[in-house]
T-cell receptor
Framework: GAVVSQHPSWVICKSGTSVKIECRSL??????MFWYRQFPKQSLMLMAT?????????EQGVEKDKFLINHASLTLSTLTVTSAHPEDSSFYIC????????????FGDGTRLSIL | KQEVTQIPAALSVPEGENLVLNCSFT??????LQWFRQDPGKGLTSLLL?????REQTSGRLNASLDKSSGRSTLYIAASQPGDSATYLC???????????FGTGTSLTVIP
């Protein structure tokens, strides 16, 4: 069964709305989670690394004020797309792994965000 | 920066054939490499994880090999089935980091 749960799976909303996406590790604690973005027919691009209890680390070109990340507990990270616009429409996926990094990365089922 | 390339970009084979998917990466200083499957509109399912010290991993009809020195990995699928149709992604984790760099994927279609 799934070890990483992502919610919601699909969001359609109006331009200017803020959207929150949750990523939960179900049966392990994850001090680090990752948020990726995937455009149609393209591969995953890392947006940011979510660190429990501290600020997220953003990749170059990703606006931290646009994509707010909160990792308040060892099993939950949230990504909030603030004042979303049509160009933010994409597939967002989170991942996490057990401590040590020798374990495989487990991915959520993704969230398809459509901004009208 | 690590760059990951997958060839072919798309592959169509009749059911029952054996096939090989290729993944190459530019920096051999990796921690591990992972192969994933992605169905349309879905998240990623982990298939095989190869640590940098390993040469191959097997799971059922899948076999993944790793040649770190040449920066290559292959995913071998035996006796392909229509249910194998999906996009296959390889991802490399460099040393001293927890993040992954993904290839662009191979879209596989197995024709019944």
């Amino acid at each position: 069964g799934a070890v990483v749960s992502q919610h919601p799976s699909w969001v359609i909303c109006k331009s200017g709305t803020s959207v929150k996406i949750e990523c939960r590790s179900l049966d392990f604690q994850a001090t680090t989670m990752f948020w990726y973005r995937q455009f149609p027919k393209q591969s995953l691009m890392l947006m940011a690394t979510s660190n429990e209890g501290s600020k997220a680390t953003y990749e170059q070109g990703v606006e931290k004020d646009k994509f707010l990340i909160n990792h308040a507990s060892l099993t939950l990270s949230t990504l909030t797309v603030t004042s979303a616009h049509p160009e933010d429409s994409s597939f967002y996926i989170c991942s996490a792994s057990n401590q040590g990094g020798s374990q495989p990365q487990h991915f959520g089922d993704g969230t398809r965000l459509s901004i009208l | 920066k690590q760059e990951v390339t997958q060839i072919p970009a798309a592959l169509s084979v009749p059911e029952g054939e054996n096939l090989v998917l290729n993944c190459s990466f530019t920096d051999s200083a990796i921690y591990n490499l992972q192969w994933f499957r992605q169905d349309p509109g879905k998240g990623l399912t982990s298939l095989l994880l190869i640590q940098s010290s390993q040469r191959e991993q097997t799971s059922g009809r899948l076999n993944a090999s790793l040649d770190k020195s040449s920066g290559r990995s292959t995913l071998y699928i035996a006796a392909s089935q229509p249910g194998d149709s999906a996009t296959y992604l390889c991802a490399v984790r460099p040393r001293r980091t927890n993040q992954f760099y993904f290839g662009t994927g191979t879209s596989l279609t197995v024709i019944p």
